[in-house]
């Protein structure tokens, strides 16, 4: 009896599992229209598309960070070209600006009463020697006047006695404008000098910044195309790496222009593929198109080739289906 039992059940069991095999063959589901529907072709994609992500820097390829099938984040450094260069450029330009901010701090502070009392010894000893030059020159005049030296023996005097004066005045002017104190035009004339050492700085972080390739969003590497070593040019069609964010999937259909009047958003959809034999996974029509544009998904039907406009449709899919980005798909869209 109790093998009867058991018996029953397998059987029972062995029922159950083909009848949910058959309600899963290609075709609809159960309770979706099969003739208040039209049939389509599509391609899966992810949420935004494919991002093609290129730098903005032409350079030879130094790191890459990921390999296909990788999750990444926002901001996330995927990337880094050869940047030597910039660096260098940027560490110049941050010299540049320390040296202008300690320019104008000293500005801002006026002369340490260190180095007033120095220009006013250097003054002294200016003036000393002044004094002593123009002594010797009136000295020379005499004697030439009375034939005991030369005429150029007192030119030369003189001369010096000039170069003496010179460095004097020199002196009393430096000493007289650390007494006075900074000029305000000179203050402007510091702060205006860092700004513009600051600017330079930044803008050498910005270029160095455009070396570094990084995630524009959070998502998965699709394909990585370039590997180290390889040159990049800078907005050409070849990018480093590919991006998809797989955690939403839809599919792009391709609506023929005889059945545009009976797609509508929020239609249900159902999508099947040869790779996935047996199966048809769920979703609903979020967005269509309002400009009819070229076909995305291409089959070997000639009809296909001929109707090359078409109208796409976003069909967002239920859960997370494994399909693979850029996968060819029929599409069943319901039209009551």
């Given at each position: 009896m109790t093998l009867g039992v058991v018996s029953g059940a397998l059987v029972l069991g062995l029922a159950l599992t083909i009848t949910a095999s058959s309600s899963n063959e290609h075709g609809p589901r159960a309770g979706f229209p099969t003739t208040d529907s039209i049939i389509e072709g599509g391609v899966v994609t992810p949420l935004g598309g494919t991002r093609v992500i290129i730098p903005q820097l032409s350079g030879i390829i130094a790191k890459i960070y990921v390999h296909s099938g990788d999750s990444v984040k926002t901001g996330q450094l995927l990337a880094e070209l050869d940047n030597a260069d910039y660096r260098a450029a940027l560490a110049a330009a941050t010299a540049q600006v320390q040296l202008r901010s300690a320019e104008l701090e000293k500005l801002r502070h006026g002369a340490r009463s260190q180095t007033i009392e120095q220009a006013r010894a250097v003054l002294h000893e200016?003036?000393?020697?002044?004094?002593?030059?123009?002594?010797?020159?009136?000295?020379?005049?005499?004697?030439?006047?009375?034939k005991l030296i030369s005429t150029e023996q007192a030119e030369q005097a003189r001369a010096e006695a000039a170069v003496r004066r010179a460095?004097?005045?020199?002196?009393?002017?430096?000493?007289?404008?650390?007494?006075a104190g900074t000029r305000p035009e000179d203050i402007a004339a510091a702060t205006a000098a860092l700004a513009?050492?600051?600017?330079?700085?930044?803008r050498a972080a910005a270029q160095l910044e455009k070396t570094m390739i990084r995630s524009p969003v959070d998502g998965i590497v699709l394909k990585r195309?370039?590997?180290?070593?390889e040159t990049v040019t800078a907005f050409t069609p070849i990018p480093v790496v590919l991006i998809g964010d797989l955690h939403e999937l839809f599919v792009r259909a391709?609506?023929?222009k005889l059945d545009l009047s009976r797609v509508r958003v929020g239609a249900r959809a159902l999508i099947s593929t040869d790779a996935f034999p047996g199966q048809s996974f769920p979703g609903k029509v979020v967005r269509v198109s309002g400009i009819m544009g070229k076909r995305h998904a291409i089959s070997n039907d000639p009809a296909d080739r001929r109707d090359d406009k078409t109208l796409a449709a976003l069909i967002e899919l239920d859960g997370h289906p494994p399909l693979p980005i850029g996968l060819r798909v029929d599409v069943r869209i319901a039209t009551h």
């Open positions: 200016a003036q000393a020697q002044e004094a002593l030059a123009a002594n010797e020159a009136e000295r020379r005049d005499i004697l030439a006047r009375r460095q004097s005045e020199k002196a009393a002017a430096a000493y007289a404008e650390l007494v513009v050492a600051v600017a330079e700085r930044d195309t370039l590997n180290v070593g391709d609506v023929s």
